[in-house]
């Protein structure tokens, strides 16, 4: 049986913006005044720096106009930019398994059901992080979670239509040298844009955590 949840379609919205409604619903899912609440989303060009993000992983050109923040998610240095689907899961995992790994592992199978449902197929490679296609290797989807209580904060991060050169040429992104990027785009030979892959997004992630959703206003969720 699917239990209730809400959703959030917001556009593109300022990362420190975005981490500021994920702790204000954080609170709420905690207190139990809100269900489990999924945030989609785009970011303004911001490369973001997780906990394990090592020194000289970051090598922004000095003209580059992009926002560096730090956050307090797990994994080490990623790039957001408009063209990437953007999921932030505030969810009490309690309801969910109440396991981290088992978190981690289906976010990843929301990932591969959404891009499968453009007819490409996806795949996790064992100590790599996020979601890869292969032959050769390169990277389409980043995942970054924290946790609090049991309730879940950041999410992933889908390469739909965005140019993906600032995660090589800006950072080492995810301490990963030497392995490729590429988008949902890219892969599928024709346009695609983050509008026409919200869809098969929510639906992955409701049959994934057995969440029925009812779709929110903004002014309501704060």
């Not at 379609?9 to 500021?20: D, F, K, N, Q, S």
């Amino acid at each position: 049986m699917s239990s209730e949840a809400h959703v959030l379609h917001l556009g593109t919205v300022e990362y420190r913006e975005a981490l500021e409604l994920q702790r204000s619903l954080a609170a709420a899912v905690a207190d139990g005044s809100a269900p489990d609440t999924v945030l989609f989303l785009e970011h303004p060009p911001t490369i973001t720096l997780g906990r394990r993000t090592e020194e000289g992983e970051v090598h922004v050109p000095t003209e580059a106009d992009v926002a560096i923040v730090a956050v307090d998610r797990g994994g080490k240095s990623t790039y957001h930019g408009p063209g990437q689907l953007v999921c932030y899961p505030i969810l009490d995992l309690t309801r969910h398994g109440q396991d981290v790994r088992k978190y981690c592992r289906d976010l990843e199978e929301a990932l591969i059901r959404t891009i499968g449902a453009f007819e490409i197929e996806a795949t996790r490679i064992e100590g790599l992080t996020g979601v890869w296609l292969e032959r050769p290797p390169r990277k389409i989807a980043s995942i970054g979670i924290h946790l609090t209580k049991w309730i879940s904060t950041h999410g992933y991060a889908l390469n739909v239509d965005l140019d993906p050169a600032p995660f090589t040429e800006w950072i080492t992104a995810c301490g990963l040298d030497g392995y490729a990027f590429t988008s949902l785009e890219r892969e599928v030979g024709r346009p695609v844009s983050v509008g026409d892959v919200r869809p098969a997004a929510q639906q992955a992630l409701a049959d994934v955590f057995g969440l029925a959703f009812t779709n929110i206003d903004q002014s309501r969720a704060a």
